[in-house]
Protein backbone atom coordinates (compact mmCIF):
# COMPACT_ATOMS: atom_id res chain seq x y z
CA UNK A 1 0.00 0.00 0.00
CA UNK A 2 1.37 3.65 -0.39
CA UNK A 3 4.41 3.95 1.02
CA UNK A 4 4.69 0.91 3.06
CA UNK A 5 5.43 -2.23 0.93
CA UNK A 6 8.39 -0.37 -1.01
CA UNK A 7 9.41 2.49 1.00
CA UNK A 8 10.90 5.19 -0.71
CA UNK A 9 9.89 3.73 -4.04
CA UNK A 10 6.16 3.68 -4.07
CA UNK A 11 3.72 6.13 -3.67
CA UNK A 12 0.11 6.54 -5.00
CA UNK A 13 -1.55 9.23 -2.88
CA UNK A 14 -4.11 9.22 -5.36
CA UNK A 15 -4.97 6.14 -4.65
CA UNK A 16 -7.31 6.37 -1.79
CA UNK A 17 -9.49 9.15 -3.03
CA UNK A 18 -10.38 6.54 -5.67
CA UNK A 19 -11.34 3.75 -3.26
CA UNK A 20 -15.81 3.84 -2.84
CA UNK A 21 -16.52 4.33 0.84
CA UNK A 22 -17.43 0.84 1.75
CA UNK A 23 -13.84 -0.06 0.61
CA UNK A 24 -12.22 2.23 2.65
CA UNK A 25 -12.14 0.22 5.97
CA UNK A 26 -10.86 -2.75 4.22
CA UNK A 27 -7.75 -0.77 3.35
CA UNK A 28 -7.23 1.05 6.51
CA UNK A 29 -7.11 -2.19 8.51
CA UNK A 30 -4.83 -3.34 6.30
CA UNK A 31 -2.58 -0.08 6.16
CA UNK A 32 -2.42 -0.62 9.65
CA UNK A 33 -1.77 -4.21 10.02
CA UNK A 34 -4.76 -4.71 12.31
CA UNK A 35 -6.31 -8.18 11.51
CA UNK A 36 -10.11 -8.49 12.14
CA UNK A 37 -11.49 -12.09 13.91
CA UNK A 38 -14.40 -12.94 11.53
CA UNK A 39 -13.98 -15.04 9.04
CA UNK A 40 -15.57 -13.22 6.53
CA UNK A 41 -13.69 -9.98 7.56
CA UNK A 42 -10.28 -11.92 7.25
CA UNK A 43 -10.70 -13.01 3.80
CA UNK A 44 -11.52 -9.77 2.57
CA UNK A 45 -8.37 -8.40 4.62
CA UNK A 46 -6.54 -10.87 2.77
CA UNK A 47 -7.51 -10.63 -0.07
CA UNK A 48 -6.73 -6.47 -0.15
CA UNK A 49 -3.20 -7.52 1.93
CA UNK A 50 -2.42 -10.19 -0.99
CA UNK A 51 -3.11 -7.64 -3.76
CA UNK A 52 -1.11 -4.63 -1.99
CA UNK A 53 1.86 -7.61 -1.77
CA UNK A 54 1.46 -8.46 -5.66
CA UNK A 55 0.51 -5.20 -7.34
CA UNK A 56 2.92 -2.89 -5.19
CA UNK A 57 6.19 -4.58 -6.07
CA UNK A 58 5.11 -4.77 -10.07
CA UNK A 59 4.15 -1.29 -10.02
CA UNK A 60 8.12 -0.40 -8.80
CA UNK A 61 9.54 -2.97 -11.04
CA UNK A 62 7.51 -1.35 -14.63
CA UNK A 63 8.35 1.76 -13.25
CA UNK A 64 12.36 1.16 -12.82
CA UNK A 65 12.28 -0.56 -15.89
CA UNK A 66 10.81 2.38 -18.21
CA UNK A 67 13.04 5.11 -16.16
CA UNK A 68 16.32 2.48 -16.89
CA UNK A 69 15.09 2.83 -20.63
CA UNK A 70 17.31 4.68 -23.26
CA UNK A 71 15.07 7.83 -24.18
CA UNK A 72 15.74 9.31 -27.68
Known amino acids: MDGRAADGR ?3 PVAA ?3 RVAERPSV ?3 RAGT ?3 GRRE ?3 YESVRAC ?3 VVP ?3 AIDEALRAR ?3
Do not use: I, M, W, Y
Open 10 to 12: FAD
Open 17 to 19: RLL
Open 28 to 30: DLV
Open 35 to 37: PPH
Open 42 to 44: RTV
Open 52 to 54: AEV
Open 58 to 60: RTV
Open 70 to 72: PTG
